[in-house]
């Protein structure tokens, strides 16, 4: 992850508290957040758990993604370092939320 943070210019510290923050480390984690019928997209209904998954939970229904490259670890920390370094890592609640208690 270190790595990855010094090639993207990104924040090392950051990107450890938005894993833990996500999935605990936890590699092939899928979120047990619930869609309801106001966030449920294309093809998914009220009930349906929502589709991220991984080390930072990357929501599969909204980027060009497969579940398998979600849950592999070096994917994920490069998905992360690589929209982090975009301007983009408002598209993690934990990092909202370390913002908002910074």
């Not at 508290?17 to 047990?32: F, H, L, P, R, T």
């Not at 497969?66 to 592999?72: F, G, L, R, S």
Request: proline share 3%.
């Amino acid at each position: 992850m270190r790595q990855k943070a010094e090639e993207y210019g990104t924040n090392y510290y950051t990107m450890k508290s938005i894993v833990n923050c996500e999935s605990g480390y936890a590699v092939d984690v899928q979120s047990k957040h619930v869609y309801t019928a106001t966030n449920a997209p294309r093809g998914y209904k009220q009930g349906d758990r929502e589709q991220s998954y991984g080390l930072v939970q990357i929501h599969v229904p909204v980027h060009d993604v497969t579940i398998e490259q979600a849950i592999q670890p070096v994917f994920a920390v490069e998905f992360l370092a690589k929209h982090m370094a975009q301007g983009q890592a408002s598209m993690w609640s934990c990092y909202n939320e370390l913002a908002i208690n910074s």
